[in-house]
């Protein structure tokens, strides 16, 4: 192997730099994993990534120091037998490599990409079109799905009433002193508790509610999704505690999902909601309050706005919660999810 900047035969073990020039050569790194590479096999490689006679010979001039003509160039891809046009791969060869990559990541891929990869990780000689056709008969339905051009998230399921119970805490008004928690049956977005308090990250509060809201519906949910957060632990032992003796395949302590609150959809997806309908007035009384200079964010003024504000807040938190659980939810063409009310 030598230099392509200095021609020196490069001797032993190389390196990241030329010992000679000092050039960079890690450009070479592909032809030495395989010890010696010759010209052929350096312009086979550039013909079968679909480079042109231009390319390949710049290539071979700037980064090999090999000067060449088009017409040796030409001879040479002929003497190898390296052509475009000819000698294509069998269809049925073709059919069971596309299968194959369907089978992976490949299914993403169109005709343009897959062709691609067929020619540069397969070798396979292969016409666009035909992989357009093979792709249409294998995965017609990936072709309709890109042919939208759209991107296709991932839906919510579950399977009915009580399957996932899904609890969060709001902390749009905590500057203020007032922290709300809540549940939501993944299944009728019925609201099962909505509770504000002086805190929703003591583990103690929210097992209160969770064990109040088990009292009031007589009802045990098969799953219960939280967050990471501490303050849900004594309430995911407890529901577990529960759950122990049922003989589903989500008794125990498969019956509590810990996840990210960005997967956390149902919950997270009704906080919004809860913002436009209910809380933006409270944020903004309160932020009121504090450039008027009467709230400075003291805890002091948090317990005294909690003191004056708290009954009321929690007499509309109610309000809310029976005009939600009883309102009429559209269908949705998108949605698996039922329609109608959620009580």
Known sequence: ??????????????GVFCGSCGTNIQVLAPFIENGPVSV????????????TYEVILDFLENKHNI????????????????????DFT???????TVTQELRGSGQLLGYRSMCQTLRQKYNLKVKRNDVMHILSRLDPYGVKRRCKRRFVRRGY?????????????YDKLKPFGVAISACVDGFSRKVMWLSCGSSNNDPGIIAKYYMECL????????CLRTDCGTENGTMAAIHCALRSDHGDELAGAHSHMYGTSTTNQRIESWWSLFRKQRTQFWIELFSDLRERHLFNGSH???CLLRYVFLNVLQKELDEYRDLWNTHTIRPVR????PSGKPE
Request: charged share 20%.
């Open 300 to 302: 002091e003024h948090k």
């Open 215 to 222: 009292s009031r519906f007589g009802q045990l949910p098969a």
């Open 157 to 169: 399921f579950s399977e009915g009433p009580n399957q996932v119970w899904h609890v969060d805490g």
């Open 67 to 86: 000067c060449m003509s088009l017409r040796t160039l030409k001879r040479r891809l002929k003497d190898a037998g390296m052509t475009r046009r000819t």
């Open 334 to 337: 998108q949605s698996c999810c």
């Open 1 to 14: 192997m030598y230099c392509p900047y200095c021609g020196i035969q490069l001797v032993g073990q190389i």
């Open 90 to 96: 069998p269809t049925d060869i073709v059919i069971s």
């Open 40 to 51: 052929t096999d350096i312009i086979n490689k550039y013909f079968s990534e679909g480079h």
